[in-house]
């Protein structure tokens, strides 16, 4: 049981930043993250090879499409009581954020596998080899969906008909 939390307490915040940005809302992630270490816990002994980081990325990926599956297939629902501010806010007005938030919509326009692929590459910091045994696809394939990923979100980042933020035209004046 020590190993299993040397190994696995170190890798949650790496969890919960690539959950969140599979499913896009902080507390479906945490929920994503919750269900991955449960199964996890339960199925320590069945792991197959010494990189526990590899083995739990794929069960956090794996439920994480699952439930993306899942929730393609009913729809999202929002009660009108539990609409919180999250749902309701305003864009912001800073210019980093801004910039931010046009790489993360920019993600989010990338084919489900280039987002993954670009995700646990460029955020998680896994090696091609790693990607590509998450994901059960050939090294290649990986180098490939990055490939195309990167010029794909310089494409949508440099494309003037993106739709310009109000004010996003403006320089910073000193």
């Not at 929920?31 to 794929?58: K, M, P, Y």
């Not at 790489?103 to 090696?127: F, K, M, N, P, Y």
Request: charged share 30%; hydrophobic share 45%; net charge neutral.
């Amino acid at each position: 049981m020590d190993d299993l939390l040397f190994q696995v307490e170190p890798m949650i915040p790496a969890l919960r930043r690539y959950a969140r940005g599979l499913v896009h809302d902080a507390v479906a992630a945490d929920d994503l993250v919750q269900d991955c270490l449960e199964r996890v816990i339960s199925h320590w002994h069945r792991r197959r090879n010494d990189d526990a980081r590899t083995w739990v990325f794929t069960i956090l990926h794996n439920l994480a499409v699952n439930r993306l599956r899942q929730a393609a297939r009913r729809g999202r629902h929002v009660a009108i009581e539990e609409i919180g501010d999250d749902l309701m806010a305003h864009p912001p007005t800073q210019e980093d954020d801004l910039a931010r938030a046009d790489v993360v919509s920019a993600i989010q326009q990338l084919s489900d596998e280039q987002h993954s692929v670009l995700l646990l590459v460029a955020v998680e910091d896994l090696s091609y080899a790693q990607v590509a045994e998450v994901l059960a696809i050939p090294v290649g394939t990986v180098m490939s969906r990055l490939s195309r990923a990167r010029e794909r979100l310089r494409q949508i980042l440099e494309s003037p008909a993106r739709g310009a933020r109000p004010g996003s035209h403006l320089r910073r004046v000193k």
